[in-house]
């Protein structure tokens, strides 16, 4: 059982930077791919980014590639988002999920484990 909490969300404006940080409960945090996800109100959840277990591969959605950066520590079994150049469209609840493999890691699907979200509200 893997728990997540994120933490880090709050209101920011258009061009400001944000981190956001999830934490894992656990002593196999390096075995897990992690991902992040959001979701605008009345919208699917949609992948942002993913890394893979020691950190080596990521992975970025065409909307936020250049502008939001995912890294991990395993020693403090933490994944970050490191948010840049925010815009009124990045506004919604970011989640991180936990996964075992490296496969169609954009989906939903697959992923074990997810944190309860936190949210990202940025004003124009």
């Known amino acids: 059982q893997v728990q997540l909490v994120e933490s880090g969300g709050g209101l920011v404006q258009a061009g400001d930077s944000l981190t956001l940080s999830c934490a894992a409960s656990g002593r196999t945090f390096n075995s897990y791919v992690m991902g992040w996800f959001r979701q605008a109100p009345g919208k699917e959840r949609e992948f942002v980014a993913v890394i893979s277990w020691s950190g080596g591969s990521t992975f970025y959605a065409d909307s936020v590639k250049g502008r939001f950066t995912i890294s991990r520590d395993n020693a403090k079994n933490t994944v970050y988002l490191q948010m840049n150049s925010l815009k009124p469209e990045d506004t919604a609840v970011y989640y991180c999920?936990?996964?075992?493999?490296?496969?169609?890691?954009?989906?939903?699907?697959?992923?074990?484990?997810w944190g309860q979200g936190t949210q990202v509200t940025v004003s124009s």
């Open positions: 999920a936990a996964r075992k493999d490296y496969v169609a890691v954009t989906s939903t699907g697959g992923y074990e484990y």
